[in-house]
Antibody
Framework: QLQLQESGPGLVKPSETLSLICTVS??????????WGWIRQSPGKGLEWIGT???????YYNSSLKSRVTISLDTSRNRFSLKLNSVTAGDTAVYYC????????????WGQGILVTVSS | DIQMTQSPSSLAASVGDRVTITCRAS??????LGWYQQKPGKAPKSLIY???TLQSGVPSRFSGSGSGTEFTLTISSLQPEDFATYYC?????????FGGGTKVEIK
């Protein structure tokens, strides 16, 4: 399995942009074997898929977040990022980055997660 | 969007019990479904993919079945380390949806 690690600020003010990075330390983000994505979990709640990006930069977003989300690749640093704008308290969650097998479709590797709190 | 309805939302069981969790898809998703285990404060762990294929290293007491719209995760003999929350995830399209989760607690 791949090793992924999220990083970014743990506190974001309402109406601002949440920005996170996922560094992939094993495997290449340009590999055709994987898609890359973000999943979040609000405190005490279930898992919510945010979006996915392919090795060819094609993106897929949860329809409920689509207007506010951007996922992109940074091939020079073997990492990918999440930007979520106009955040509210409802965006407070643990954010996980993850990889998805293009062979089987399954989400197989996860980062450890990062708690992001939206508060003034 | 495809909706995944998972049941029950929680259950209490004893060590050694057989446990069954179900996920229903709002439309057919072939066998494009995975099962995940999550313990408090930890990232989810993949148990099963393609509805019935066990991930490497996962104990054989876990099994998955189903195709189309109805899927089942079975733990044949519940062990102390299995008390956790379980989620199904469909990936039939490039738009993924998780089930609501099932919390397995100690009776």
């Amino acid at each position: 399995q791949l090793q992924l690690q999220e990083s970014g600020p743990g506190l974001v003010k309402p109406s601002e942009t949440l920005s996170l990075i996922c560094t992939v330390s094993t495997g290449s983000i340009t590999s055709i074997s994987y898609y890359w994505g973000w999943i979040r979990q609000s405190p005490g709640k279930g898992l919510e898929w945010i979006g996915t990006i392919s090795y060819s930069w094609t993106t897929y977003y949860n329809s409920s977040l689509k207007s506010r989300v951007t996922i992109s690749l940074d091939t020079s640093r073997n990492r990918f990022s999440l930007k979520l704008n106009s955040v509210t308290a409802g965006d407070t969650a643990v954010y996980y980055c993850a990889s998805r097998s293009t062979s089987y479709g399954s989400v197989d590797s996860w980062g450890q997660g990062i708690l992001v709190t939206v508060s003034s | 969007d495809i909706q995944m309805t998972q049941s029950p939302s929680s259950l209490a069981a004893s060590v050694g019990d057989r446990v069954t969790i179900t996920c229903r898809a709002s439309q057919g998703i072939r066998n494009d479904l995975g099962w995940y285990q999550q313990k408090p404060g930890k990232a989810p762990k993949s148990l099963i993919y393609l509805a019935s294929t066990l991930q490497s290293g996962v104990p054989s007491r876990f099994s998955g079945s189903g195709s189309g719209t109805e899927f089942t995760l079975t733990i044949s003999s519940l062990q102390p380390e299995d008390f956790a929350t379980y989620y199904c995830l469909h990936y039939n399209s490039n738009f993924l949806t998780f089930g609501g989760g099932t919390k397995v607690e100690i009776k």
